[in-house]
């Protein structure tokens, strides 16, 4: 329980940081200097109002110069990304479960809300990704890394294969993320596109009922969030599910 704790701070405080990667990344800015500072009035960021989660409490959302409401983005963010790094600590019960899965975790939150912001995944969250996802994977568990790499292809392919079915619909961006999702996952991957797929029918659903269907099937969806959520997913079921497949269905 401990080590859970030490994990949600450390999700906590990288969730912080994660939120200047979601900012500065696709406007190619800087991810270390300046310092943060307020959108609204440009003032640094004192470091005993950086305290993730805590400080947006006590200023009650609000910028300590000049009271300008903060977005609850920061907060809810921080809260996400510490819930997942100590939930991954306490599912897996090996160092590369663990690790692979904290490093996914960290990789998707940012590369979601750019997405949502921005319409896109940059390379420089996908393809660090996959380097770092080959590195861990054969250090931590090289026994593993022909399974990850083979669900990594698959996953990759399988969006590649809907892109080029219906341009437009899905982009590079959502085929890289999910190969590299593979490459942390594994065959649990799988569950993470079913629920990608399965979350994002159910949005456009949503959406069509409330503008009908010729508005609703122009409403552009980014498909990164639903990836994310769908990893997310996997990170604490997906290895089950897939065994559970396996024992019923195939042998």
Do not use: W
Request: a positive charge.
């Amino acid at each position: 329980m401990e080590v859970a704790v030490l994990a949600g701070v450390f999700g906590a405080t990288i969730g912080s940081f994660l939120n200047v990667v979601a900012y500065r990344l696709p406007r190619h800015e800087s991810l270390i200097m300046p310092r943060s500072r307020c959108p609204s009035c440009g003032a640094p960021v004192k470091p005993y109002d950086n305290i993730p989660i805590i400080s947006y409490l006590l200023l009650r959302g609000h910028c300590r110069s000049c009271r300008t409401s903060i977005s609850p983005r920061y907060p809810l963010v921080e809260t996400i990304t510490a819930a997942c790094c100590a939930g991954a600590v306490l599912t897996h019960d090996t160092a590369s479960g663990v690790v692979l899965s904290v490093t996914l975790i960290l990789l998707v939150v940012p590369a979601a809300l750019i997405d949502l912001e921005h319409r896109i995944i940059p390379n420089l969250i996908t393809g660090p990704g996959a380097a770092l996802a080959l590195v861990l994977g054969m250090a931590l568990d090289p026994a593993g890394e022909p399974a990850r790499l083979l669900a990594g292809a698959a996953a990759a392919g399988f969006l590649l294969l809907a892109a080029l079915a219906r341009p437009g619909g899905m982009g590079m961006g959502d085929v890289k993320l999910a190969g590299m999702m593979g490459l942390f996952l594994g065959p649990a991957v799988a569950v993470a596109l079913l629920v990608a797929l399965l979350s994002g029918v159910l949005v456009g659903a949503v959406i069509i009922a409330r503008k009908g269907a010729h508005e609703g099937r122009r409403t552009a969806v980014p498909f990164g969030p639903f990836l994310a959520l769908g990893a997310l997913v996997a990170v604490f079921v997906g290895q089950p599910i897939v065994e559970l497949y396996a024992g019923h269905f195939l042998s």
